[in-house]
């Protein structure tokens, strides 16, 4: 049983449904001087099976009536209504197609179920190869004029079109923030309709997605995401001699969707990208699709360093070959001190205690250093106010005027406080000398913090700049210290969470409980 939506109308116009009470027609079909069919209050959908798991394997049990089922007499009159695929009443024109429902193998594959045979760099393995798509249903043969797939004849359903374009429209833009052609939101989805690999990848992600901000069950997004690893490990089985660019754009829009449940992120997708981009040498270098996917993962393995303490385990040498260090567009530019960043967290993990050797650490400085006074004149913010806690803003106004900019300044704070982080104490400073230390660098770090989250709320329309202030504030929230920063954080990690749909309420809590015990250490009356 389910409450429905509104009515079929405006379900299939993906728009609000908005009944007036006592009204028996819809504000939107109203307006439009259509028949507007509302649902009736509750809904009953027909279960004929269910799976469980016995003993670790799963049983499907049928919920067939027996032969020996006593049935009541109905009293009259009764009348009942078949309802539609779309669960209203009759066979409206506006009647949603229903997609498969998935599988026991392909539930089983989803991400809660398979996750712990996947431990190594044989995440994908051991798995058996399914077709490229099921047979569709002779309903869904009726609708063969929404979309053709090239070349096979295959169709999309309204449901899969609608999560192509919500790809396109909403997720694709973050991989392409810093891609001077945009190449996750053009030439990704032409992968797709040539490559199922792709195109499941680019469901599942969708439905995981539109599941989170819609707080649904992402049952469809497990099925998709199931048929996906199938085509994947079959594929992955010859990847030494057959690695291609689908198989990269696959597993790095696989781990988008493993990040979206940040908290519980099992990092499986990660190890897969990593032993796909170390073993195509050259895609990093390669200019097109396979080099843009390949700086796409590089940020995701900053994102696994700097929240998870997932040390960098990528070939830097192939980036360091990279069209990105010949040219001089605002892309490039921030590609470079992305690839700074990177740097700067393989030395601090690979190193003991976080830090490195004074030579090194001076070399990987002076490139950051020269990087910021060499970036374009058109980096500087057209407008820029200050935070001033006193005046209630805890972070400063910085309006710049590309996604670029703004995503390469906060790889540049960010830098700069790994590279605080990272910095060697001299061996001969007394105790308060090292204690007064540490108070400087979390200053130092709060103060960079700060700009990063200020580049966030000053250009909102960069989605893609909220990740990188989320993470930051994740491992580093506790340097702040004062209050309007630590609430002015709080409502930052609120918006992000009903913007983006990136899960930032546990992070929140935590905040709220490291910032109560230091206050508390702070005010410490022995």
């Known amino acids: 049983m389910r409450v429905p939506r509104g009515c079929g109308r405006c379900r299939h116009r993906h728009i609000r449904c908005v009944v007036p009470t006592g009204a028996s027609t819809c504000t939107p079909c109203l307006r439009l001087g259509r028949a507007c069919h509302l649902d009736p209050r509750f809904q009953f959908k027909s279960v004929h099976h269910v799976y469980q798991r016995k003993n670790g394997a799963p049983f499907r049990f049928e919920l067939n009536w027996g032969k020996e089922q006593v049935w009541v007499d109905v009293s009259q009159p009764v009348t009942f209504v078949l309802e539609s695929s779309d669960g209203s009443a009759g066979g409206g024109d506006d009647a949603l197609e229903q997609y498969n429902s998935p599988t026991p193998e392909q539930v089983l594959?989803?991400?809660?179920?398979?996750?712990?045979?996947?431990?190594?760099?044989?995440?994908?393995?051991?798995?058996?190869?399914?077709?490229?798509?099921?047979?569709?249903?002779?309903?869904?043969?009726?609708?063969?004029?929404?979309?053709?797939?090239?070349?096979?004849?295959?169709?999309?359903?309204?449901?899969?079109?609608?999560?192509?374009?919500?790809f396109i429209q909403k997720l694709?833009?973050?991989?392409?923030?810093?891609?001077?052609?945009?190449?996750?939101?053009?030439?990704?989805?032409?992968?797709?309709?040539?490559?199922?690999?792709?195109?499941?990848?680019?469901?599942?992600?969708?439905?995981?997605?539109?599941?989170?901000?819609?707080?649904?069950?992402?049952?469809?997004a497990s099925a998709y995401?199931?048929?996906?690893?199938?085509?994947?490990?079959?594929?992955?089985?010859?990847?030494?001699?057959?690695?291609?660019?689908?198989?990269?754009?696959?597993?790095?829009?696989?781990?988008?969707?493993?990040?979206?449940?940040?908290?519980?992120?099992?990092?499986f997708h990660l190890l897969g990208s990593n032993r796909l981009v170390n073993l195509v040498t050259s895609s990093a270098s390669s200019g097109g699709l396979a080099e843009a996917v390949s700086w796409q993962f590089l940020r995701q393995a900053i994102y696994a360093s700097v929240v998870q303490?997932?040390?960098?385990?990528?070939?830097?040498?192939?980036?360091?070959?990279?069209?990105?260090?010949?040219?001089?567009?605002?892309?490039?530019?921030?590609?470079?001190?992305?690839?700074?960043?990177?740097?700067?967290?393989?030395?601090?993990?690979?190193?003991?205690?976080?830090?490195?050797?004074?030579?090194?650490?001076?070399?990987?400085?002076?490139?950051?250093?020269?990087?910021?006074?060499?970036?374009?004149?058109?980096?500087?913010?057209?407008?820029?106010?200050?935070?001033?806690?006193?005046?209630?803003?805890?972070?400063?106004?910085?309006?710049?005027?590309?996604?670029?900019?703004?995503?390469?300044?906060q790889y540049y704070h960010s830098a700069c406080i790994f590279l605080t982080l990272s910095e060697s104490q001299s061996l001969d400073m007394t105790d308060y000398e090292r204690a007064r230390s540490r108070r400087v660098k979390e200053k130092i770090i709060a103060g960079h913090l700060i700009v990063v989250i200020g580049l966030s709320l000053s250009n909102e329309s960069v989605e893609n700049a909220y990740f990188m202030a989320s993470h930051l504030l994740h491992r580093f929230g506790y340097c702040l210290r004062n209050v309007v920063?630590?609430?002015?954080?709080?409502?930052?990690?609120?918006?992000?969470?009903?913007?983006?749909?990136?899960?930032?309420?546990?992070?929140?809590?935590?905040?709220?409980?490291?910032?109560?015990?230091?206050?508390?250490?702070?005010?410490?009356?022995?």
């Open 109 to 166: 594959h989803g991400p809660r179920e398979w996750t712990q045979d996947l431990q190594s760099e044989d995440t994908y393995r051991d798995q058996a190869p399914s077709p490229l798509y099921r047979n569709r249903s002779r309903q869904d043969s009726t609708n063969s004029s929404l979309s053709l797939m090239p070349g096979n004849g295959t169709i999309l359903t309204l449901r899969e079109a609608s999560l192509m374009r919500y």
């Open 172 to 220: 694709a833009p973050w991989a392409d923030v810093c891609d001077i052609h945009s190449h996750f939101s053009t030439e990704v989805p032409r992968r797709a309709l040539e490559n199922t690999m792709v195109l499941q990848a680019i469901l599942a992600l969708s439905a995981r997605h539109d599941a989170i901000l819609a707080n649904d069950s992402d049952w469809e």
């Open 225 to 267: 995401h199931g048929q996906c690893l199938q085509i994947l490990i079959a594929a992955l089985d010859q990847a030494e001699t057959n690695c291609d660019e689908n198989m990269l754009i696959t597993v790095v829009i696989l781990r988008i969707y493993e990040e979206l449940e940040n908290k519980t992120d099992q990092k």
């Open 309 to 409: 303490y997932q040390p960098l385990q990528l070939d830097m040498q192939n980036y360091k070959r990279s069209s990105m260090f010949h040219r001089d567009d605002d892309a490039a530019c921030a590609n470079r001190i992305i690839y700074h960043c990177a740097r700067i967290l393989k030395l601090c993990c690979d190193a003991s205690a976080h830090i490195v050797r004074q030579d090194t650490w001076h070399q990987i400085s002076d490139s950051v250093k020269e990087w910021n006074q060499t970036k374009p004149a058109t980096w500087q913010p057209i407008r820029y106010q200050a935070s001033s806690v006193a005046a209630g803003r805890p972070f400063p106004e910085v309006w710049m005027i590309s996604p670029p900019a703004v995503v390469g300044m």
């Open 485 to 526: 920063e630590q609430e002015g954080s709080l409502q930052f990690l609120t918006r992000v969470e009903k913007v983006l749909g990136w899960r930032t309420s546990w992070m929140m809590r935590e905040l709220e409980h490291q910032w109560t015990e230091l206050a508390a250490f702070d005010s410490w009356d022995p």
